[in-house]
């Protein structure tokens, strides 16, 4: 079992920045790929990017590419997301996901965990 939990939401302006950050608990974090997907109200919930276990493979959604980072530290059993550049669509909660094998693909199916998600509201 892997437990996630994700931090760092809130209210910003557009133009502005967040990090959201993951943190795991319980089995080895590092053999884990890790995405981060987001919900807005009345939408499905989307693909946002995904880091390999080692960190060396990442893959955006297009909405978010050369705005948001992905990146994780194995040492601490976190993944990150920094957002830069927000815009007032970026509003949605945002969730972290984990599953075995990395994959390039926008699909939620094949996620073991989840966390519980955390707010980002941007103002225009």
């Known amino acids: 079992q892997v437990q996630l939990v994700e931090s760092g939401g809130g209210l910003v302006q557009a133009g502005g920045s967040l990090r959201l950050s993951c943190a795991a608990s319980?089995?080895?974090?590092?053999?884990?790929?890790v995405a981060w997907f987001r919900q807005a109200p009345g939408k499905e919930r989307e693909f946002v990017a995904v880091?390999?276990?080692?960190?060396?493979?990442?893959y955006y959604a297009d909405s978010v590419k050369g705005r948001f980072t992905i990146s994780r530290d194995n040492a601490k059993d976190t993944v990150d997301l920094q957002m830069n550049s927000l815009k007032p669509e970026d509003t949605a909660d945002y969730y972290c996901a984990a599953r075995c094998i990395y994959t390039n693909s926008y699909s939620t199916k094949g996620y073991d965990y989840w966390g519980q998600g955390t707010s980002v509201t941007v103002s225009p």
């Open positions: 880091i390999s276990r080692g960190g060396v493979s990442t």
């Open positions: 319980g089995r080895t974090f590092s053999t884990y790929a």
